[in-house]
Structures are given as C-alpha cells and as structure tokens.
C-alpha cells in the first residue's frame, strides 16, 4: 500500500512551546489528510480534516487555534501544537487519501508521533 | 459518535480461527466497511474493506450480510503477532472520506 511518514515520531518540549509535526505521503498525493489524536488504553479521535490549498475543518471541542494544521501541498500537512500544555501528550496520528481511487474511504496511517509535554 | 460496536476483547490461541463481529446498524447505503489493525504506538494498518457478500485477501476474509448492518473479519490461523486491536469503521464519499474509530477490539492471542 501506500506510505504515509510523520516526523518527529517523537519529541518531548516544555509547557508552553509550540510543536510542529510533518505528516507526508511518500508515493502518492494526498488530496485529503486527517489528523488524529490518541489517549493510551482508548481509540484514535479525529481532531481535523485537512484538504490542499484550503482550511482545515475541525471537530466539535477541537480547538483550532491550539492545533493549527496547513495543509500547502499535496505531499505535505502540519500539525502544529501552540503554547502546548501536559494535557496535549498524547499520540498523534495523520492518515492521507488520494483522489480518485476505487474504494472509498482508502486511507493509509502514519507511523504517529508521540509528544510528551513536561 | 461512532457508528459501530465491536466486542472490547476476545482471547485466542495460536492457530486458531478468529472471528471478531461489528454491528452497524445504522450503516448507510453509500458506506463501505473497512477494517484496521492497530499495535502499540503504531499507526493503524488497512486489513480489509467491502461492501457486500464475502471478500478475501491475503491475510482475511470479510463476511457481511445480506441486510449489512453487521459484518464479521476472520482471521485464520492466528499466530502471537496478530495480537493488536481491530478497528470496524464505515463511511462514505459525502463525508469526504472521514472516518470515526469506535472502540476496537483487543484481540489477545496466546501459545
């Protein structure tokens, strides 16, 4: 299948640092992007939708100046962490899926990104 | 809201056939079924995806009746690395594509 890449896969900051992390789809462009976020022990939680060349559709309780994603080509989004807190460590997670494929719904994961926010 | 219940957890022993049920009832004419395996600190990894009767690849099978408000992923013959949870999703093209993860299930095999 295809490959999708996050980096950092890891990184620990202070509280009140920003962090930004890369999600890129390696072999295919990615028309759509999502990002997701998981808590250890529970499922992924779908944070925001993100399409190219245009701004990202969050979900409800999602803070969207806290979790600012870009999305400027069709290889590349970021997801940037602002004046992040302990409450944000968590694993992050994009997926990427590309136009025009057979199935619908084909998405392919990052490896995820752990943050730990001391 | 999720749009699927699974079971939180099944155990196995190696070698075994696993069968692991997700109902959707709600489930809409345009949705596909989709289904991801998680590991620890990993991102999910695609397994299968249909849309009616049986389909089978490489590593499953997906079974989803007539009326498609369930459907069921077995798994043949597990061995110790198929432990990791299981993700039901469905979905459609109007939502662009987006998919709601319910609670998955965790699948324990043992020797």
């Known amino acids: 299948g295809a490959v999708v890449s996050q980096h950092p896969s890891r990184v620990i900051c202070k509280s009140g640092t920003s962090v930004k992390i890369e999600c890129r789809s390696l072999?295919?462009?990615?028309?759509?992007m999502f990002w997701y976020r998981q808590f250890p022990k529970q499922s992924l939680m779908l944070m925001a939708t993100s399409n190219e060349g245009s701004k990202a559709t969050y979900e409800q309780g999602v803070e969207k100046d806290k979790f600012l994603i870009n999305h400027a080509s069709l290889t590349l989004s970021t997801l940037t962490v602002t004046s992040a807190h302990p409450e944000d460590s968590s694993f992050y997670i994009c997926s990427a899926r590309g136009g025009g494929w057979g199935s619908y719904n084909e998405q392919f994961f990052g490896p995820g990104t752990r943050l730990t926010v001391l | 809201l999720a749009k699927t219940t699974q079971p939180i957890s099944m155990d196995s022993y190696e070698g075994q056939e696993v069968n692991i049920t997700c109902s959707h009832n709600n489930i809409a004419t345009n949705d596909y079924i989709t289904w991801y395996q998680q590991f620890p600190s990993q991102g999910p990894r695609f397994i299968i995806q249909?849309?009616?009767t049986k389909v089978t690849n490489e590593v499953a099978s997906l079974f989803i009746p007539a009326d498609r408000k369930s459907s069921t992923l077995s798994l043949p013959r597990v061995s110790l690395s198929d432990t990791a949870v299981y993700y039901c999703?469905?979905?459609?093209?109007?939502?662009?594509?987006?998919?709601?993860f319910g609670q998955g299930t965790e699948l324990s095999v043992k020797p």
């Open positions: 999703l469905v979905g459609d093209e109007k939502e662009g594509g987006k998919l709601i």
């Open positions: 249909g849309y009616k």
């Open positions: 072999d295919f462009q990615a028309t759509t």
